[in-house]
């Protein structure tokens, strides 16, 4: 079965550093999602990229974040400098269409120090 | 703006009792929506999902769910917990127009021998 690809598994970065997470998502799927969670608390939108630009975007994803799909497989999401607060685990996912669902990797764990 | 309520941050059940976790949603217009399960240290795994065909959706791992309009819910039924169950469990509304999911805060079920 098709699946959602996330690199790295866990990174430790120290406050101020740039980080790039990355994700492989399902060849044929046409759009993109970045979600957050906080250690024990709710999975929460960050941005949505359709046809090479974002379609729609929370509030947490302020400057300090950015998304990009550099080679038409892979799609990044960088944090420019990081804050303590930025620590969590951050999923990729991707769609066809939303009444199939998501399908999700199984994460990057960002740890802030 | 949609949303989605989910009561009881926490469920315990013996292992052979009914599962119930409880979803509600905030909707205007009909929702699409979704339950997916996280197994711990794992990524977000579709469980099923209603997208305005049959009212009761059945899924993986012997789940179920109904979607009542009148009470705009939409709860995960199991009959029979097994121990393999424990994980958190979380709800979502979509819809149409790729708007994203929004998630609930999710449950966690816990299933005692």
């Known amino acids: 079965e098709p699946e959602v690809t996330q690199t790295p598994s866990h990174q430790v970065t120290q406050m101020g550093q740039e980080v790039i997470l990355r994700c492989v998502p399902i060849?044929?799927?046409?759009?993109f999602y970045w979600y957050r969670q906080i250690l024990g608390q709710k999975v929460e939108f960050l941005v949505s990229f359709y046809n090479n630009e974002i379609s729609e975007k929370s509030e947490i994803f302020d400057d300090q974040f950015s998304v990009e799909r550099p080679d038409g497989s892979n799609f990044t999401l960088k944090i420019r400098s990081t804050k303590l607060e930025d620590s969590a685990m951050y999923f990729c996912?991707?769609?066809?269409?939303?009444?199939?669902?998501?399908?999700f990797g199984s994460g990057t764990r960002l740890t802030v120090v | 703006a949609q949303s989605v309520t989910q009561l009881g941050s926490h469920v315990s059940v013996s292992e052979g009792a009914l599962v119930l976790l409880r979803c509600n949603y905030s909707?205007?217009?009909?929702?699409?929506l979704f339950w997916y399960v996280q197994y711990p240290n794992q990524g977000l795994q579709l469980l099923l999902k209603y997208t305005s065909a049959a009212t009761l959706v059945k899924g993986i791992n012997g789940f179920e769910a109904e979607f009542k309009k009148s009470e705009t819910s939409f709860h995960l039924t199991k009959p029979s917990a097994h121990m393999s169950d424990a994980a958190e469990y979380f709800c979502a509304v979509g819809y149409s127009g790729n708007t994203p999911l929004v998630f609930g805060k999710g449950t966690r079920l816990s299933v005692i021998a």
């Open positions: 996912a991707s769609s066809d269409r939303v009444e199939d669902g998501y399908t």
């Open positions: 060849s044929n799927h046409l759009y």
């Open positions: 909707s205007s217009v009909p929702p699409y």
